[in-house]
Structure formats: C-alpha cells, structure tokens
C-alpha cells in the first residue's frame, strides 16, 4: 500500500513569505508527527496529532508554525513570515496506535529554503 | 530531560568489515530503544528496535541490545557491505510519543 506521502518535496520562499507543507499519512493511522531537521542534525520534534487532537506541540519553535489536522487525516504545518532559520527538511510520520510502542512510518520529507 | 549521544562520523570502512556505532542515552523510566537509517536519497526507515531491558533488535544482519545498566543500545554488524553506506539514527521514545534522536552518524563503506 501507500506510505507516507508529502507535499511539495520541495519549496523555495522568499523571508517573510507563509508557506504550507501537506502530509497525507497512512491510510488508518491514528498518529501523526512532525519533525524538522536541518542539515546534518538529527529530527527535531515539533508537534503530534492523535486523530484530529493536536496533543502535543511543544517543539513547534515559535507562534509563526501551525499545524493542524482537522478530520484527522491529512495534516497541514504552516509557517508564517518565513525566516532563513526555518530553512529544513519537514518530516511527517505516521503510526497505527498510540496506545503502544508502535514504529513511526517517515515520508520522504519536504526541503523548505528560504532565501 | 531525554537526550540521546551518538557517535560522531562520518565512519568510513571496507567491505566484510565490522561496524560499531554507538549510542548511549538519558531518559526518565524505561523508554523504548531505534536505530533508523537514511539511505541516499530515500527517507527515514526503521532498522530494528528494543522496547525493554536486554532485549536484542536485529534487521538484515545488524544487531543492538538494549543495556540499562550502561545506558547503552550499540549498533553493530558482523560484515558490512556497500549497501549498508547511509546515515544511521539513533533514537528513543516514551509512550509512542515524539522520537528524541541523536545527530546521526554517517557510514561509508568501500568496495
């Protein structure tokens, strides 16, 4: 079946520009991640969806990112007033249960560069 | 808090060589245990996991156990092949929550 996919795979903003970044998980799956990971680190945690409830968002780094997944499916991470520091590569992964310790299913990732 | 301390790269070996990266870990409780790996140009994939003390993971020849006592959960590979060049993630999570992740530690292996 599918996995996890994410739209665009790629995006170049202008600073200041909002930008929206698509992941449509796991068809079923209850969880949903975020992560951010510049280059050469490890993932960072942003936020976490189970179903449509946003149940953590500690990680988000400041009030200009927004994540949301309203019918809890396909999820949406918004940045406001890109800066050159959000310059990443957004992971999404997905997960069938969050009541267990249950593997996390990546998406390839979307390269945001803000110029 | 939760951090995990991998072992810095890039690692460059010979093929049939043997690979240890290592992993050592801080956490509350009892978290569970990843190593994921990157291949080039291809995202995140789970290589094995532990979820309790002493259990062992094991996917396509590598291998880590879960050490309490040490902290610790190893990674390691009898012989290596060209194919296992990548980034290798070490990771933990509590609960099936968010992944804490070291910075990754990059292999390259030589033909």
């Known amino acids: 079946g599918a996995g996890v996919s994410q739209s665009p795979r790629y995006k170049v903003a202008k600073r200041g520009q909002d930008v929206a970044l698509r992941c449509d998980p796991i068809s079923g799956h209850v969880s949903l991640f975020w992560y951010q990971q510049a280059l050469g680190q490890g993932p960072e945690f942003l936020t976490y969806f189970q179903n449509e409830a946003q149940l953590d968002k500690s990680g988000l780094p400041s009030d200009r990112f927004f994540a949301e997944r309203p019918e809890g499916s396909v999820s949406t991470l918004k940045i406001q007033r890109t800066q050159q520091e959000d310059s990443a590569v957004y992971l999404c992964?997905?997960?069938?249960?969050?009541?267990?310790?249950?593997?996390?299913?990546f998406g390839p990732g979307t390269r945001l560069t803000v110029l | 808090g939760n951090s995990v301390t991998q072992m810095e790269g890039p690692v460059t070996l010979s093929e049939e060589a043997f690979l240890t990266i290592n992993c050592t870990y801080t956490?509350?409780?009892?978290?569970?245990l990843f190593w994921y790996v990157q291949y080039p140009g291809e995202g995140l994939q789970l290589l094995l996991k532990a979820t309790k003390a002493d259990d062992k993971g094991s996917n396509k020849g590598f291998e880590a156990t879960y050490r309490k006592e040490t902290t610790s959960f190893h990674l390691e590979k009898g012989s290596v092949q060209v194919s296992d060049s990548a980034v290798y993630f070490c990771?933990?999570?509590?609960?099936?929550?968010?992944?804490?992740w070291g910075l990754g530690t990059s292999l390259a292996v030589n033909p």
């Open positions: 992964a997905s997960s069938s249960n969050s009541g267990s310790n249950n593997e996390q299913f």
């Open positions: 956490a509350t409780g009892y978290p569970s």
């Open positions: 990771a933990l999570s509590r609960n099936n929550r968010k992944l804490i």
